[in-house]
């Protein structure tokens, strides 16, 4: 499990840097203001969580069921959290309507705060 954690963080640190790079090159031509002003949190909640996904799989505070439950509350958080906002902002550029996504990014959000809160709840309970 904690290869697993740790492989998807390195993933998702990988990809930020990739998308923080082509949204400071390519995108800034392309895309207003504001739309990459939504890519870049996109990218940077990314990154936040390639870090936390490293702690998570490296820490022993808590126990590999806690850490499979923070795993995926993650994974789906930043799928939901991230891509959706890299679809969302760079719908003008693509032609694609990504509207129907707008209602995900707050449900990735929910989920990555979770996964937050319930690293808290472990490590807090945890028995010494």
Do not use: C
């Not at 963080?9 to 392309?30: E, N, P, R």
């Not at 449900?107 to 990555?112: D, H």
């Amino acid at each position: 499990m904690d290869k697993k954690i740790i492989l998807t963080a390195l993933v998702f640190g990988l990809v930020s840097i990739v998308l923080g790079a082509f949204g400071a090159h390519a995108l800034k031509k392309v895309l207003n203001t504001d739309q990459l002003t939504s890519f870049e949190v996109g990218v940077r909640y990314m990154m936040y969580h390639a870090l936390f996904l490293l702690f998570i799989g490296t820490t022993q505070l808590i126990m590999p069921e806690q850490k499979n439950i923070v795993y995926y509350l993650t994974l789906f958080g930043v799928l939901f959290f991230s891509v959706s906002i890299f679809l969302l902002s760079t719908s003008a550029v693509t032609g694609m309507n990504f509207k129907f996504l707008g209602p995900i990014t707050p449900v990735g959000g929910l989920l990555l705060i979770a996964a937050w809160g319930v690293t808290f709840y472990y490590i807090i309970t945890k028995k010494v």
